[in-house]
């Protein structure tokens, strides 16, 4: 401990930027980087290896479910992603939307500028492309349809809310209500436990209003 080898951590550097920062487990990254940290170690090209877009999106996607609040976590997740988000695919630029919805629906409501920002319309974009494509209708929700037409109610199937993104199960347009009909693939395996992106999809719809 406390030991500053230059030449084992230019070598270290070397090696790790050789590696997909997939490999690395969250856990392996905060120790690298709290070592770095330690013995003031300036590498950035080996910090930019481990800040991966991949990496960067998961950690926005995780932050918007946990409804993370934290303004001084927020504010460095924002610069990060200011530099990362030209780099992302449409699959990560889905999950920073998400993000971007939770900021802008928080209690301070603040929505900061910057690379993120700008591509907020891209992230949408992405997001209600994946919302359409991947469009699926479980037996339960066809019967709450037939049972709602039946009691001739006007009924939209899987609409589109055009400034969230989402795909929602059942809109009955004449009372401007929603429906969702949640299956078994929203919870956990085994359990009535609804899975984190269920639970961040009704928030963000409620918060609506």
């Not at 930019?48 to 993370?68: C, G, K, M, Y």
């Not at 969702?180 to 961040?200: C, I, K, N, Q, W």
Request: with cysteine; hydrophobic share 45%; proline share 4%.
């Amino acid at each position: 401990a406390g030991v500053r080898d230059e030449a084992l951590f230019s070598a270290l550097g070397r090696a790790v930027r050789r590696v997909d920062p997939r490999a690395f487990s969250p856990l392996s990254v905060s120790h690298l980087l709290h070592a770095l940290a330690t013995l003031h170690v300036r590498d950035g090209a080996l910090v930019r290896a481990l800040e991966s877009t991949q990496s960067v999106a998961n950690i926005a996607w995780a932050a918007a479910v946990f409804d993370v609040r934290d303004l001084r976590f927020l504010r460095w997740l924002w610069r990060v992603l200011d530099k990362a988000v030209w780099e992302m695919s449409p699959i990560h630029l889905r999950q920073v939307h998400q993000f971007i919805l939770t900021c802008e629906q928080g209690p301070h409501r603040w929505h900061m500028g910057g690379g993120a920002a700008v591509r907020a319309g891209d992230c949408l974009h992405a997001f209600r492309a994946m919302s359409e494509k991947e469009v699926t209708s479980s037996r339960l929700q066809r019967d709450v349809v037939a049972v709602l037409r039946g009691l001739g109610e006007e009924v939209v199937e899987e609409w589109v809310h055009p400034r969230t993104g989402y795909s929602l199960d059942i809109l009955l347009p004449r009372s401007s209500t929603v429906i969702e009909v949640d299956g078994p693939f929203h919870y956990a395996a085994g359990s009535r436990t609804p899975l984190g992106s269920t639970v961040m999809k009704h928030r963000h719809i409620r918060n609506l209003g």
